[in-house]
């Protein structure tokens, strides 16, 4: 007896809910000021090399003293603060993980300070592309920043001061906490962030499909891994096209294709940048084919992999819903749920559903197989608890009753 009770606790242990994940706050960084490689996004080594520094012509590459990001062939964006009182002549940019190994060194053309916030462009004399053909800019930020960026870790670099003295170009890891206004705040949580010299620094993400550059280090708490603030670029594409006679260019990136990012739709049309907010209208913005629009979504709560529910295969495609028997069953095939065999035209054909609930009703139905079929499998704690709890009171009770002795 006492044998079968251990059983069931352990049973009931077993079958307890997940441990909760650990919190942000409760990650140690093994550097305090950061890694030679990002850790918050994927940079390809030709998009690394866009990350460089300034220094004064006179004294040579390895005097850096402020660092700036190749947006465009031509174009450098960098903080006001850090070319304040220097000509063209005066200034140069260096590409290369080392200052005093340079990949190239690139004289300027022209210096453009904004009149009103902490951001400067340097057009170069030549392209960067051109002296360093394996080099590949990372574009400014075009798209109004969301508020749901709040609490996302994005990837500030630089050539500043580090917690060894080392030098060259490190990564950090911070945590965007507030949009305002003009600028950004992020915070390294005591563990990273961005140091004296990484004026003019990038902090950067993925937004609308690729890596882009949020805004540009302004200043910060002197522990150097606590709270920055940054000049946000998106507000500053008009005045970029203004005085560098377009060489961004009027839509960017986003000339040749459309994109979603998050209810924002993103286009290019007449040679200007077109963004639609699809949450005022309550839909969604999606791709049919190649194109994005705001619709009405389909499939509000289905995974995005699909569900296989005994054999059928549910999943949306194109905007639509489809349940579709399997002749061989439903299995996760590229990470997407599928028939094997294809569809068995014994139960049914594929079918569009137009209705919303659709969805919700096979998951509902999906989850309740789930429960039954023993093992943890996906029960949450309310689900499993009832029955857990029953054989374990049952367990207590066996072992209390009087028993006759033999």
């Keep these: 007896m006492k044998r079968i009770f251990a059983m069931m606790l352990s049973l009931l242990w077993a079958c307890q809910a997940p441990s909760p994940a650990p919190q942000l706050g409760a990650r140690r960084a093994a550097i305090y000021y950061g890694q030679r490689t990002p850790s918050a996004l994927e940079l390809s080594p030709a998009q690394r090399l866009a990350i460089g520094w300034l220094y004064l012509t006179a004294e040579g590459p390895q005097a850096a ?3 700036g990001t190749l947006i465009a062939p031509k174009l450098v964006v960098t903080a006001r603060h850090c070319t304040e009182g220097w000509s063209a002549d005066h200034i140069s940019f260096g590409v290369g993980q080392m200052p005093n190994e340079p990949r190239a060194t690139l004289r300027l053309d022209a210096i453009f300070e904004h009149p ?5 462009l340097l057009q170069l004399r030549k392209k960067a592309t051109v002296r360093v053909p394996e080099l590949a800019p990372i574009p400014p930020n075009r798209v109004p920043l969301q508020y749901s960026l709040v609490g996302r870790e994005v990837q500030a670099a630089g050539y500043g001061q580090t917690h060894d003295d080392s ?7 911070v945590e965007l906490i507030r949009v305002l206004g003009a600028s950004i705040f992020v915070d390294g949580r005591g563990e990273q962030g961005l140091c004296f010299g990484d004026s003019g620094g990038p902090v950067m993400t993925h937004y609308a499909g690729a890596p882009v550059v949020l805004a540009v280090e302004h200043g910060g708490e002197e522990s150097c891994v606590g709270v920055d603030e940054l000049t946000r670029l998106d507000p500053l594409i008009p005045w970029m096209n203004e005085v560098t006679g377009d060489l961004l260019g009027a839509c960017g990136r986003f000339s040749d ?5 998050g209810p924002l739709r993103v286009t290019c049309e007449d040679a200007s940048l077109r963004v639609e907010d699809c949450g005022e209208t309550e839909t969604t913005c999606q791709f049919r084919g190649e194109a994005a629009g705001c619709f009405v979504d389909p499939c509000p709560t289905l995974p995005v992999r699909g569900l296989c529910e005994a054999d059928h295969a549910l999943y949306c495609e194109d905007g639509r819903y489809y349940d579709e028997p399997c002749a061989a069953g439903c299995h996760y095939l590229d990470g997407r749920a599928r028939c094997l065999g294809g569809v068995d035209a014994a139960i049914g054909e594929a079918r569009a559903d137009e209705g919303l609930a659709a969805p919700r009703q096979a998951l509902d139905r999906a989850e309740a197989n789930m429960l039954g079929r023993g093992g943890c ?12 709890w029953i054989l374990l009171w049952m367990g207590l009770l066996t072992l209390a009753w009087p028993r006759r002795e033999a």
């Excluded at 294709?257 to 990012?261: I, K």
């Excluded at 499998?377 to 857990?388: D, K």
């Design 65 to 67: 003293f402020c660092t």
């Design 257 to 261: 294709a459309d994109a979603c990012e």
């Design 116 to 120: 009103e916030v902490d951001v400067a």
């Design 167 to 173: 030098e060259g170009r490190y990564f950090a890891t």
């Design 377 to 388: 499998g996906v029960m949450t704690p309310a689900a499993q608890a009832p029955g857990a």
